[in-house]
């Protein structure tokens, strides 16, 4: 049988019950197995009641000095009983200096106090029961995180100014950095928001006109990351050599804000759009040079498209690879049967090859085909060399990239590529 004897009401404090007859002290806190928080029981006496009851601080300093005990029973060990037991009479009924010397020479939670409004500075001076006078019941938990957060920084030698706090309280990203950001203008306090505007007019200006496309090797919703690597570094470079007074954290937030809207823009916009060129769907003339391609893949899929489809073939062609793309693969080939030409990307590696009908077969004999190399910048690249074979076949190839007719020249040229892109 057990009776509540005293509780706060307010979160996680711990509460006072009586079990048989026997008063304990009961808490939740560390995680079992199955990450659910457990729950700790351990006696104390009247004397420990009436204090707990009547004031807060201590009850909270008690609750700081168990919980370290309950992180070292982990997700299955009893609480070490004895030495809980031992907190109580020098945390709840002990003179303060004698209490500060308890928590300078044992392990505590911070954290709670600090949700709970403790003085941060006089915590962190060991003047514990100092800091505890201004302790509320009601928790604040973004205190803690704020804490934290400041702290992580400082670790890392990133010391916020106004400006640096106040654009990733905009961003929504100063207590959690791998947030999502978002544009957050009511976070800011009034008088520094021109300032902020100014810092995201600088980054939007930087990447004005840049775009992140799709990559359907990574699925359907799939974003390109070299051009979100190329739009962060055109932001970042922007944004140092217009304010450098901001730390890392802050330029850092921003390029993110620039990037995440553009990619999040491109999963929204579907492939078709994504891959129209000029608004050009027919080539020069007002009439397809392409009216009907096959698409395969290094596993047996085809797909065929055809000048009626409502669909761009690029576009058609992206979906194929977005459905089929997989580690196991990585080899999609775009082919004109009736001019006998063809594209092969080679996706692994970076490189693509255009395939020719040199001589066509006759009298029974296999024709022979011309086959050249390139490398490929990506994503990119690879959808600028895909609209130009749609638009005017192989021989468009010429302007875009260097074309190799023997492969150990372009394994030549993928090792220089490797090695400066090392440097």
């Given at each position: 049988m057990?009776d509540?004897?005293?509780t706060?009401?307010?979160g996680?404090?711990?509460?006072?019950?009586?079990?048989d007859?026997?008063?304990?002290?009961?808490?939740?806190?560390?995680?079992?197995a199955?990450h659910?928080?457990?729950?700790f029981?351990f006696?104390?006496g009247?004397?420990?009641?009436v204090?707990i009851?009547?004031?807060l601080?201590r009850h909270l300093l008690l609750?700081?000095?168990?919980?370290?005990?309950?992180?070292a029973?982990?997700?299955?060990?009893?609480?070490d009983?004895d030495?809980a037991v031992?907190?109580?009479?020098?945390?709840?009924?002990?003179a303060p200096q004698?209490?500060?010397?308890?928590?300078?020479?044992?392990?505590?939670?911070m954290?709670p106090?600090?949700?709970?409004g403790a003085?941060?500075?006089?915590?962190?001076?060991?003047?514990?029961?100092?800091?505890?006078?201004t302790?509320?019941e009601?928790s604040d938990p973004?205190?803690?995180q704020k804490?934290?957060?400041?702290?992580?920084r400082?670790e890392?030698?990133?010391v916020?100014?106004?400006?640096d706090t106040?654009?990733?309280?905009?961003?929504?990203?100063?207590?959690?950095g791998?947030t999502i950001?978002r544009r957050?203008?009511?976070?800011?306090n009034p008088s520094?928001l021109?300032?902020v505007?100014?810092v995201?007019?600088?980054?939007e200006?930087?990447?004005?006109g840049?775009?992140?496309g799709?990559?359907p090797?990574?699925?359907k919703?799939g974003?390109d990351k070299?051009?979100w690597k190329?739009m962060?570094?055109?932001?970042?470079a922007?944004?140092?050599?217009?304010?450098?007074?901001?730390?890392?954290?802050a330029v850092?937030t921003?390029s993110?804000?620039?990037c995440?809207e553009?990619?999040?823009?491109?999963?929204?916009?579907?492939i078709?759009?994504?891959e129209?060129?000029?608004?050009d769907?027919?080539g020069?003339?007002?009439?397809a040079?392409k009216?009907s391609?096959?698409?395969t893949d290094d596993?047996d899929g085809?797909k065929?498209?055809?000048r009626?489809?409502h669909?761009?073939?690029t576009?058609?062609f992206?979906e194929?690879?977005?459905?089929?793309?997989?580690?196991?693969?990585q080899v999609?080939?775009?082919e004109?049967?009736?001019?006998?030409e063809?594209l092969?990307f080679?996706?692994?590696?970076?490189?693509i090859?255009r395939?020719?009908t040199?001589r066509?077969?006759?009298?029974?004999?296999?024709?022979?085909y011309?086959?050249?190399?390139?490398?490929?910048d990506?994503?990119?690249g690879?959808r600028?060399?895909?609209s130009?074979?749609v638009?005017?076949?192989c021989?468009?190839?010429?302007?875009?990239?260097?074309?190799m007719?023997?492969?150990a020249?372009l394994?030549?040229a993928?090792?220089?590529r490797d090695?400066?892109a090392?440097?």
């Amino acid at each position: 049988m057990r009776d509540v004897v005293f509780t706060r009401n307010s979160g996680w404090i711990p509460t006072v019950v009586r079990e048989d007859g026997e008063l304990k002290l009961t808490l939740g806190a560390g995680a079992d197995a199955n990450h659910e928080p457990r729950t700790f029981t351990f006696p104390i006496g009247e004397a420990h009641l009436v204090v707990i009851r009547e004031d807060l601080a201590r009850h909270l300093l008690l609750w700081s000095a168990v919980i370290p005990l309950c992180d070292a029973a982990g997700t299955r060990g009893p609480l070490d009983e004895d030495a809980a037991v031992a907190l109580l009479d020098p945390v709840l009924l002990g003179a303060p200096q004698d209490v500060d010397a308890l928590f300078s020479r044992s392990k505590w939670a911070m954290g709670p106090l600090i949700s709970h409004g403790a003085d941060i500075p006089l915590l962190e001076h060991g003047q514990v029961c100092a800091a505890m006078r201004t302790a509320t019941e009601t928790s604040d938990p973004k205190r803690t995180q704020k804490y934290d957060a400041d702290r992580r920084r400082a670790e890392r030698g990133q010391v916020l100014d106004v400006l640096d706090t106040a654009l990733l309280m905009y961003t929504g990203q100063y207590l959690h950095g791998a947030t999502i950001p978002r544009r957050l203008p009511d976070a800011v306090n009034p008088s520094l928001l021109p300032e902020v505007m100014r810092v995201i007019a600088t980054a939007e200006q930087a990447c004005a006109g840049m775009r992140i496309g799709h990559d359907p090797r990574r699925g359907k919703r799939g974003t390109d990351k070299r051009d979100w690597k190329r739009m962060e570094a055109t932001v970042d470079a922007a944004v140092r050599r217009t304010h450098p007074e901001l730390v890392e954290d802050a330029v850092r937030t921003v390029s993110f804000l620039m990037c995440s809207e553009a990619a999040a823009r491109t999963r929204n916009t579907p492939i078709d759009d994504d891959e129209e060129t000029a608004g050009d769907r027919t080539g020069s003339g007002g009439r397809a040079r392409k009216t009907s391609l096959s698409f395969t893949d290094d596993k047996d899929g085809e797909k065929k498209w055809l000048r009626s489809h409502h669909r761009t073939a690029t576009a058609e062609f992206w979906e194929f690879v977005a459905d089929r793309y997989g580690s196991g693969n990585q080899v999609f080939t775009i082919e004109d049967e009736e001019l006998g030409e063809g594209l092969q990307f080679h996706f692994y590696a970076d490189s693509i090859a255009r395939i020719t009908t040199a001589r066509k077969g006759a009298n029974g004999a296999d024709p022979e085909y011309r086959i050249e190399y390139s490398l490929v910048d990506g994503m990119s690249g690879y959808r600028k060399l895909l609209s130009a074979f749609v638009r005017g076949g192989c021989a468009a190839l010429d302007a875009h990239g260097t074309w190799m007719s023997d492969a150990a020249d372009l394994e030549r040229a993928r090792r220089r590529r490797d090695a400066a892109a090392a440097e």
